[in-house]
């Protein structure tokens, strides 16, 4: 029995020397070995074979739906009058009758059905679907059996991201964890010099480095030269908590959010022992005039860090940016937008956080094929004379769809857990009223007295 | 690795449900996500509050008409099967299908639109939408932007119209006739993508 447990332990501590050696101290130092890129590029060559073969299988039984990336039906782009306006066209009209006609009821009829079948929202809060499947069978739909060779190449698939990949991202990311809480807390005791800021930097840094190998991210930084610079507020869509990660590899930031328990408690509080972050209690979440209090002490003093924050307010899926709540960009200071688009083949970053709890979906994460995403920095944007922030925040927002290829909506994501407002009724009443009545009104003023 | 074919094996009477609303198997496989995705708890029936759950349909000033008109009288729930066929109403008019005078009248066709229509007027089911049913949707549609007064002045200027037998009402045949003109079948069709 001794002989067994003596085993495993070597085993073990061969096992943790070649983590540390080939993945950790690299991650550290910032220099890649390139196992990473010939993993990506080995990938990409399978899945691009799976695809032609799920293609050919799809030839030969062509009564299968292929997906649409753009919806499942075809939308009338036209607004209300236009599309009012043709119902109209062929139906006499008598203008002194008040203009309702019966087919009015037609568009909103139409319009109701339609997004009974699909909605712009809902959507948006689940993950995007795939044009071809990428072999994990949680992106599986109505992809069905097409040959033995797929499903080996699949089977394979699962041993090795469940039993090979997975224990070492763990790993990986148990690493890196207690490196940033020791590591933090150590450079804590030192004095406040230029020295402490460079190696809290350097503790950050590392940290966030083998986090990202224990996900095997690939991130593509576009345009450094716009990188956030200190006093400014950094604004991203969000996608995932991974977000995080993906930014902080290659720049450090402030962080803000609300104060946790438990884990997530023990990393905030040794975080903030080396550099100032934001943290607030639940109670203090709630006035929203302290909390831009302390967000514009932050950025005020130009040697903190730059302020990372994410103006949707809730993780979206990637295919859109949501609206961005008015309160980062009434804070003043210059704001650096950052776009970040996640590439779907290799593994949804997207976290449904209806579905799954934090731990499953680090799971999820960490059994994908890799996390590969593209990083647009977008030049620095400030608040023009007589500009309003809504206007503001609807510009950054625009700007950072417009870079990532996203649709860019003005819906709430907050609508993910609330009710539509009546103001949206309200709204669509007013614009059919202006039709009607409008011509009404004018009847009125200009008939006899 | 899940298949089309057993989507459908889940679909009850499935065969039947593409014969009488025409709907392909695609599309069918494609409602049936939708269906699911809208029943969040997964009980195998909606109810009013889960189409209440989809934002854009909440905005609709006649959005719990439409909603309405997926329950039969007394019911709280549809199932899959008649959710399809409610929404088979919306299908693009089949131009080239040969018409058999013996099966009956397809769901899609020209004046099953016109009835499906009809029903958002028409809440007590008569037959004939009243002055009073007329004057609902109106208010539902135009909300409080407009005063009583122009809400009446239209209603009776609408019923004077088309009410063509003077009994202050509009049946579903003086309905007809007054839309006999509007394109239909492109106004109240949707197209699938794929």
Redesign the interface.
């Known amino acids: 029995m001794e002989g067994v447990w003596d085993v495993a332990f070597v085993l073990f501590q061969v096992w943790l020397s070649i983590v540390v050696g080939l993945i950790v101290l690299p991650a550290m130092f910032g220099v890649s070995l390139g196992f990473t890129d010939i993993y990506i590029k080995v990938l990409v060559k399978i899945l691009e074979w799976a695809t032609l073969r799920i293609q050919r299988g799809q030839k030969e039984q062509p009564?299968?739906?292929?997906q649409?990336a753009?919806?499942?039906?075809?939308k009338d782009d036209g607004s209300m009058a236009e599309e009012i306006g043709?119902?109209r066209r062929?139906?006499p009209k008598?203008l002194?009758?008040?203009d309702?006609?019966?087919?009015?009821?037609?568009?909103?009829?139409?319009?109701?059905?339609?997004?009974?079948?699909?909605?712009?929202?809902?959507q948006r809060f689940?993950s995007e679907e795939l044009a071809s499947w990428n072999l994990l069978?949680r992106t599986?739909?109505?992809?069905?059996?097409i040959s033995v060779r797929l499903?080996i190449i699949?089977g394979l698939g699962v041993f090795i991201r469940y039993c090979i990949l997975m224990p070492l991202r763990i790993t990986l990311a148990a690493i890196g964890l207690s490196w940033l809480v020791i590591g933090t807390t150590l450079v804590g005791l030192l004095p406040n010099s230029n020295a402490k800021n460079w190696l809290s930097d350097l503790v950050h840094i590392t940290c966030y480095r083998i986090c990202a190998r224990g996900l095997s991210a690939t991130i593509r930084y576009h345009n450094k030269e716009n990188r956030p610079k200190k006093g400014g507020i950094c604004v991203a869509n969000h996608t995932s908590p991974i977000d995080i990660v993906i930014l902080a590899n290659d720049g450090c930031y402030a962080m803000v959010g609300q104060v946790h328990g438990g884990l997530m408690g023990v990393i905030q509080r040794s975080m903030v022992r080396s550099c100032p972050h934001v943290w607030f209690e639940r109670s203090e979440m709630k006035d929203r005039h302290a909390v831009a209090k302390r967000l514009k002490d932050h950025i005020a003093d130009k040697t903190k860090l730059p302020i990372l924050i994410f103006p949707e307010g809730t993780c979206i899926n990637n295919t859109s940016v949501m609206m961005f709540k008015k309160g980062s960009f009434e804070i003043g200071g210059t704001i650096y937008p950052v776009a970040i688009k996640y590439d779907p083949q290799f593994g949804d970053a997207f976290w449904n956080s209806a579905k799954y709890n934090m731990v499953s979906y680090l799971l999820r994460m960490m059994t994908s094929w890799a996390i590969v995403c593209n990083v647009w920095y977008l030049p620095p944007m400030t608040l023009q004379d007589g500009e309003d922030a809504v206007h503001f925040a609807n510009r950054v927002k625009s700007a950072i769809a417009n870079q990532g290829g996203l649709v860019d909506l003005s819906?709430d994501g907050g609508?993910k857990r609330e009710?539509?407002k009546e103001s949206?009724?309200?709204?669509?009443?007013?614009m059919?009223?202006?039709m009607?009545?409008g011509s009404?009104c004018h009847e009125a003023s200009v008939g006899p007295a | 690795m899940g298949s089309t074919s057993s989507t459908l094996l889940k679909i009850p009477n499935v065969e039947e449900l593409m014969q009488e609303t025409g709907f392909s198997s695609a599309h069918i496989i494609r409602l049936y996500d939708r269906f699911k995705a809208l029943d969040k708890e997964g009980r195998g029936h909606l109810c009013p509050h889960d189409f209440g759950a989809i934002k854009e349909l909440a905005m609709n000033p006649i959005g719990d008409r439409i909603i309405g008109a997926f329950f039969s009288p007394g019911q709280e729930t549809v199932d899959f099967n008649n959710f399809v066929k409610i929404l088979a109403h919306f299908r693009p008019v089949d131009k080239d299908r040969p018409r058999d005078p013996n099966s009956p009248e397809p769901i899609n066709s020209r004046s099953n639109k016109l009835k499906f229509a009809f029903q958002l007027y028409d809440q007590d089911k008569d037959g004939k939408i009243s002055r009073d049913e007329l004057l609902k949707v109106l208010r539902d549609m135009l909300g409080m932007q407009v005063t009583e007064e122009q809400l009446e002045s239209i209603a009776d200027r609408t019923i004077q119209e088309a009410d063509l037998d003077r009994d202050d009402a509009i049946s579903f045949e003086e309905f007809r006739k007054s839309l006999e003109k509007v394109n239909i079948d492109h106004k109240m069709s949707i197209r699938f993508l794929r």
């Open positions: 009564t299968l739906p292929s649409s753009n919806g499942i039906i075809e043709e119902l062929s139906h008598n002194a009758g008040g309702f006609t019966l087919c009015d009821v037609f568009y909103f009829c139409k319009k109701g059905i339609e997004n009974i079948v699909e909605d712009q929202v809902t689940t069978t599986n739909n109505n992809f069905r059996y499903t699949w819906w609508l009710k539509v949206y009724k309200e709204e669509q009443q007013k059919y009223s202006s009607i009545v009404d």
